[in-house]
């Protein structure tokens, strides 16, 4: 990543595609280098731009934003592009597949613009973005309708204190809330998160929430620790 965040727009409405060009380009270290009315064309422009973030809308024509996510996440030519996937609805059906195709996270698309860049920049670090205000309630939703879990098996190979950190992820604690909760140093928690991220072979955070409920490891209703 550059110094300056390049960010690819990705919406079928114009007047949404331009309000947030105003507000990338207002913004300091901030880019937005593109915009796509569909997501065939999200795809092209992102082979061919390259962008730090691609903003994701879920539902255009063409190609939804979850096809044109798992095309961009899954081209080896786009590793370093991550996608932030944004929805008008909390309970979206999309959302969980968008995560399973590789999004880095989402955000409703009422979120204010200081979240929004918040959120931008957040992406473009490697981390990863979910609406707090929706994550545990739709993901352990979807994952429960998902398809059959993947085996335990996995999970193998992870020690007691790593799942503890699993599920607590998958719960949407930020690494200072699992620092408070496990009464562990932040800089053992960030040890913990990196180990779970090689181990399970993760691309980022969001991806370790999916596999925490498909393994079983973290279920629907499960309180947070």
Known sequence: MTDVVRVLIADDQALLRGSFRVLIDSTPGMEAVGE???GAAAVELARELRPD???MDLRMPVLDGVAATRHICSDPSMSG???LALTMFDRDAY???ALQAGASGFLL????PSDLVAGIRVIATGESVLA???TRRLIADFSRHSATPRPA???VGLTGREQDVLVLIANGLSNAEICERLVISLPTVKTHVSSLLTKLRARDRAQLVIIAYESGLAEPGMPAG
Do not use: Q
Not at 109 to 112: E, I, L
């Open 36 to 38: 796509a009315g569909d």
């Open 153 to 155: 098996s996995r999970l």
């Open 95 to 97: 959302v969980y597949p």
């Open 109 to 112: 698309k009422d979120t204010s």
């Open 132 to 134: 707090p205000t929706v």
């Open 53 to 55: 973030v691609v903003l």
């Open 81 to 83: 592009v991550r996608v």
